[in-house]
């Protein structure tokens, strides 16, 4: 079956309106896979992951300042991507799949720098970090990674003062 514009559209449609993928691809008798594909840049709206930045985290100001030189001087910027193939059980076939995951990592074994990088991650963002071994933090929230990869490269060699400050 060929997917049109008035399909894609009854996709979002419903999709807005709450409805799994499973439940559109039975109402419209199409595959999963073709409602996951057409509706892939629209996010469910009751996924419980969409968490929005707060107001204060959209101005610059000193606290994010203060993340931003954390992170230069011991964070580095991590991009991974990997094809692999899987086979489904449920539907008895193989599949390509792609995944693709962005993060920023922080290390440091102080505790009260540790104490202070939460504090304002908290502040800035609203997002709550919890320390992995040896003191290491993941910030894999995408909104948070992207506006933070706004103003600056993370690494000991490669980040630079934003021109903007000039």
Not at 62 to 81: H, M, P, Q, T, V
């Amino acid at each position: 079956m060929r997917i049109t514009e008035e399909i894609m559209k009854k996709i979002i449609d419903l999709k807005k309106h709450g409805l799994h993928i499973n439940e559109i691809s039975k109402k419209l008798g199409i595959s999963d896979r073709s409602v996951n594909k057409y509706s892939k840049h629209f996010p469910h709206p009751n996924r419980k992951s969409l968490i929005k930045l707060s107001k204060f985290s959209k101005k610059f100001s000193l606290e994010k300042a203060e993340i931003l030189g954390y992170l230069c001087s011991e964070g580095n910027d991590n991009d991974f991507d990997k094809r692999y193939f899987i086979f489904d059980n449920r539907r008895g076939k193989s599949y390509y799949m792609r995944s693709k995951k962005n993060w920023i990592n922080f290390s440091n074994t102080d505790k009260t720098l540790q104490g202070r990088f939460i504090y304002l991650m908290n502040l800035v963002y609203n997002y709550k970090l919890k320390p992995y071994k040896k003191g290491s933090f993941y910030i894999q929230r995408k909104k948070v990674v992207k506006d933070l990869r706004k103003y600056t490269s993370f690494g000991s060699r490669k980040w630079a003062v934003p021109k903007f400050f000039f």
